[in-house]
């Protein structure tokens, strides 16, 4: 995927690594970023540092008509990054089930949503890319994130199946899997759970770099930091192995 030249799609551009990644693509020569969030206001200053290129964009992945009406508004997307997504810690035996139906339905059944809403918008474009941020949550159940891995895991198997059904199209599909990255998700789950505080973190400017960097070299696994790089060579050669680690952090 060409980042020059290209219009992006940003979901949950307002902070963290939707913030970042659209800093990456502004200063890699994307004509244009559609910022996405729940909430147009908190756009602000990402709109301000490229005010004739960065577009805010009303998104909520659990309410359809804004999927829908983002789609009528950024017709030109040749590039769509899902990036937003919601987390609520626990122990799945014993917490809120409402939030982890919540995690279920934004991060997996809320990024299917935008890709159903937005491929036709790609097609008529040529064909491009997507880009579905993961986690290295996806290879292993942490106990005390509650819903937050199981999402994650359907969301990397949702991804491998659009891959197969959009390469004919001339759409590429890339799966994004962070590690600790220094975000305020990260806060407020090492407040919650203080093992998580124990982590480094990765800078957010260099993991959307690396992201970038990916999608450019046409990489369909992107392991946009050290520790999740680490974990994606473990993963690949013994997926036990990383299923205990990741399950051993309570």
């Not at 577009?55 to 990036?83: E, K």
């Not at 810690?89 to 935008?114: I, Q, S, Y």
């Not at 407020?188 to 505080?197: D, L, M, T």
Request: some cysteine; proline content about 6%; hydrophobic content about 50%.
């Amino acid at each position: 995927m060409k980042i020059d030249g290209s219009t992006v799609l940003v979901t949950g551009a307002n902070r963290g690594i939707g913030r970042a990644l659209v800093s990456a693509f502004l200063a890699r020569g994307a004509r244009r970023v559609h910022a996405a969030a729940r909430n147009p206001a908190a756009l602000e200053p990402v709109v301000a540092e490229a005010p004739d290129r960065v577009l805010p964009l009303a998104l909520d992945l659990t309410v359809p008509a804004t999927i829908d009406a983002a789609a009528q508004a950024a017709s030109d997307v040749t590039l769509l990054v899902n990036n937003a997504g919601t987390h609520a810690v626990g122990h799945l035996l014993d917490m809120d089930l409402g939030a982890v139906e919540d995690v279920m339905r934004t991060n997996c059944l809320g990024t299917l949503r935008v890709l159903r809403a937005f491929v036709p918008v790609l097609e008529r474009n040529g064909g491009g890319a997507v880009a579905n941020v993961i986690s290295i949550g996806a290879f292993g159940g942490t106990p005390s994130l509650g819903g937050y891995p199981a999402s994650k895991a359907a969301l990397h198997l949702m991804t491998q199946a659009v891959r197969a059904d959009l390469a004919p199209r001339g759409i590429a599909v890339h799966a994004v899997f962070p590690g600790p990255v220094d975000t305020d998700m990260l806060d407020y789950v090492a407040r919650n759970e203080p093992a998580f505080g124990d982590f480094p973190r990765a800078p957010v400017a260099e993991v959307a770099a690396a992201v970038l960097d990916g999608l450019e070299a046409g990489e369909e696994d992107i392991f946009p930091d050290a520790f999740a790089a680490e974990v994606g060579r473990v993963w690949r050669a013994d997926p036990k192995a990383v299923e205990r680690r990741l399950s051993g952090i309570t």
